[in-house]
T-cell receptor
Framework: AQSVTQPDIHITVSEGASLELRCNYS??????LFWYVQSPGQGLQLLLK??????LVQGIKGFEAEFKRSQSSFNLRKPSVHWSDAAEYFC????????????FGKGTKLSVIP | EAGVAQSPRYKIIEKRQSVAFWCNPI?????LYWYQQILGQGPKLLIQ????????DSQLPKDRFSAERLKGVDSTLKIQPAKLEDSAVYLC????????????FGPGTRLTVL
């Protein structure tokens, strides 16, 4: 069965510092890959997604993610974190054509020190 | 464009009571999803509708959970009777009928079972 692993439960960074959140997936083929953000009391918002093509994907709010097939990874990055980025981040996979179900990782909570 | 609406936002009940959640998806979205998000975990799909038909309910505990989507628009998720382990946030999402399309999430209903 496919699975998504986010190895870091909680990360704390200083405002202005760079950020990388890790995501690894387990699946025979390359699934569709997503990053969502969830602020307290809010639903999930899509940051970016990867289906094919360029392995570096740009998203909203200055985030980007890089797909690495050899490592089965899809890590999320931001060069300079803002205090408003404090939230929980979820990596998710979708099997591909004909499938709509998203399988989520357990999430990484990001805290930002002013 | 109005987002996905859910009500109520919060609900506290005693175990063995029943509860119902309501979701109004984004206009025109054929696909509707209900997810359960237990504290500290990522959302888990409970049921997926395509128009008013069920596509996937393999992870729905059918002895106590039920859902319907009359007329292919609004949807209701019911739990009867509730157990302590049902305490979670119940998220509704909707999307266009196409793989890889973004799922738009509502703010969720936080259920506490005492």
């Amino acid at each position: 069965a496919q699975s998504v692993t986010q190895p870091d439960i909680h990360i704390t960074v200083s405002e202005g510092a760079s950020l990388e959140l890790r995501c690894n997936y387990s699946y025979g083929a390359t699934p569709y890959l997503f990053w969502y953000v969830q602020s307290p009391g809010q639903g999930l918002q899509l940051l970016l997604k990867y289906f094919s093509g360029d392995t570096l994907v740009q998203g909203i709010k200055g985030f980007e993610a890089e797909f690495k097939r050899s490592q089965s990874s899809f890590n999320l990055r931001k060069p300079s974190v803002h205090w408003s980025d404090a939230a929980e981040y979820f990596c998710a996979v979708q099997l591909g054509a004909g499938s709509y179900q998203l399988t989520f990782g357990k999430g990484t909570k990001l805290s930002v020190i002013p | 464009e109005a987002g996905v609406a859910q009500s109520p936002r919060y609900k506290i009940i005693e175990k063995r009571q029943s509860v119902a959640f309501w979701c109004n998806p984004i206009s025109g979205h054929a696909t509707l999803y209900w997810y359960q998000q237990i504290l500290g975990q990522g959302p888990k799909l409970l049921i997926q509708f395509q128009n008013n038909g069920v596509v996937d309910d393999s992870q729905l505990p059918k002895d106590r959970f039920s859902a319907e989507r009359l007329k292919g628009v609004d949807s209701t998720l019911k739990i009867q009777p509730a157990k302590l382990e049902d305490s979670a946030v119940y998220l509704c999402a909707s999307s266009w009928l196409r793989t890889g399309n973004e799922q738009f999430f509502g703010p969720g209903t936080r259920l506490t079972v005492l």
